[in-house]
């Protein structure tokens, strides 16, 4: 399974953004099942949860820090995952990642995540 992260970019402080994760060499089962996260890593620090999101796409669990600000969807007939972005702050800029998790449960912790994508730069400036 390939994951490939696309639509980071430079915007202002409050301004918007749309990722796209794409899978690719995967069947439609190997993806629809599992959830899927989308994780963030800003200059000299470690990767941070933001948000993951159920196989069906009906239960969803956001950081504190994006809760109300960003929207997580998929499309799994186009195996893709969105990350709608509104109300972008200079502290969200970093490079932002997805992954996908395991089937049932909706994890927070790097590790339940078997692939990851190549990752996304957001800059958001002030």
């Known amino acids: 399974v390939q994951l490939q992260a696309s639509g980071g970019g430079l915007v202002q402080a409050g301004g918007s953004l749309r990722l796209s994760c794409a899978a690719s060499?995967?069947?439609?089962?190997?993806?629809?099942?599992?959830?899927m996260g989308w994780f963030r890593q800003a200059p000299g620090k470690g990767r941070e949860f933001v948000v993951a999101?159920?196989?069906?796409?009906?239960?969803?669990y956001y950081a504190d820090s994006v809760k109300g600000r960003f929207t997580v969807s998929r499309d799994n007939a186009k195996k893709t995952v969105y990350l709608q972005m509104n109300g972008l702050q200079p502290e969200d800029t970093a490079v932002y990642f997805c992954?996908?998790?395991?089937?049932?449960?909706?994890?927070?912790?790097?590790?339940?995540?078997?692939?990851w994508g190549q990752g996304t730069l957001v800059t958001v400036s002030s």
């Open positions: 992954a996908r998790g395991p089937e049932h449960t909706l994890e927070t912790d790097t590790r339940a995540y078997d692939y």
């Open positions: 999101i159920s196989w069906s796409g009906s239960r969803t």
């Open positions: 060499g995967a069947s439609e089962e190997s993806f629809m099942w599992n959830s």
